[in-house]
T-cell receptor
Framework: NAGVTQTPKFQVLKTGQSMTLQCAQDMNHNSMYWYRQDPGMGLRLIYYSASEGTTDKGEVPNGYNVSRLNKREFSLRLESAAPSQTSVYFC?????????????FGAGTRLSVL | RKEVEQDPGPFNVPEGATVAFNCTYSNSASQSFFWYRQDCRKEPKLLMSVYSSGNEDGRFTAQLNRASQYISLLIRDSKLSDSATYLCVVGPYSTLTFGKGTMLLVSP
């Protein structure tokens, strides 16, 4: 059981380049989330998807787009990367049954924008 | 006012010590409370949920004070492996709010 898988683990971009961060979960969870974590800032929610076909903005959505491709996959796209988007990005998912409050995180993507 | 506030630490304690962290939250309508643990450069993982009556899991005890809007985490008999950052997290689940974390360093 892989849980939540994020790819890539590391990425370096130049300002203005675009890229998509991939996230997939194999736990049949309904809700999925994208966070960024910066030193001294804690985890901040970028976007989330309560179920397949729905997405909502979080605290810091500017500069990002998301796609809930299917129940398993939730991708985060940077259309024109900026140095301010240098961060560690975490994807998380939440089960539909049982304790709906526990978030399961992927290992993260470390992104540097030069 | 920040939604979830924690002392960033670090808390430096020797093995075997007891250490306590507090966290305050601003939204009185919050319903769900957790402590997550994050090791250096790793993803956060749930340590324990916090229930109104308080709860214990081995060496870890969590307490909730709704009137004063704070939660606490007590770690007894600290181990070297307890060294990590402890994140206070407050719900509802659709938009969990994470504190910035308290760093704990346990030394031999």
């Amino acid at each position: 059981n892989a849980g939540v898988t994020q790819t890539p683990k590391f990425q370096v971009l130049k300002t203005g380049q675009s890229m998509t961060l991939q996230c997939a979960q194999d736990m049949n969870h309904n809700s999925m989330y994208w966070y960024r974590q910066d030193p001294g800032m804690g985890l901040r929610l970028i976007y989330y998807s309560a179920s397949e076909g729905t997405t909502d903005k979080g605290e810091v959505p500017n500069g990002y787009n998301v796609s809930r491709l299917n129940k398993r996959e939730f991708s985060l796209r940077l259309e024109s990367a900026a140095p301010s988007q240098t961060s560690v990005y975490f994807c998380a998912s939440v089960p539909a049954t049982g304790d709906k409050n526990i978030q399961y995180f992927g290992a993260g993507t470390r992104l540097s924008v030069l | 006012r920040k939604e979830v506030e924690q002392d960033p630490g670090p808390f430096n304690v020797p093995e075997g010590a007891t250490v306590a962290f507090n966290c305050t939250y601003s939204n009185s309508a919050s319903q769900s409370f957790f402590w997550y643990r994050q090791d250096c450069r790793k993803e956060p993982k749930l340590l324990m949920s916090v229930y109104s009556s308080g709860n214990e899991d081995g060496r870890f005890t969590a307490q909730l004070n709704r009137a004063s809007q704070y939660i606490s985490l007590l770690i007894r008999d600290s181990k070297l492996s307890d060294s990590a950052t402890y994140l206070c997290v407050v719900g509802p689940y659709s938009t969990l709010t994470f504190g910035k974390g308290t760093m704990l360093l346990v030394s031999p």
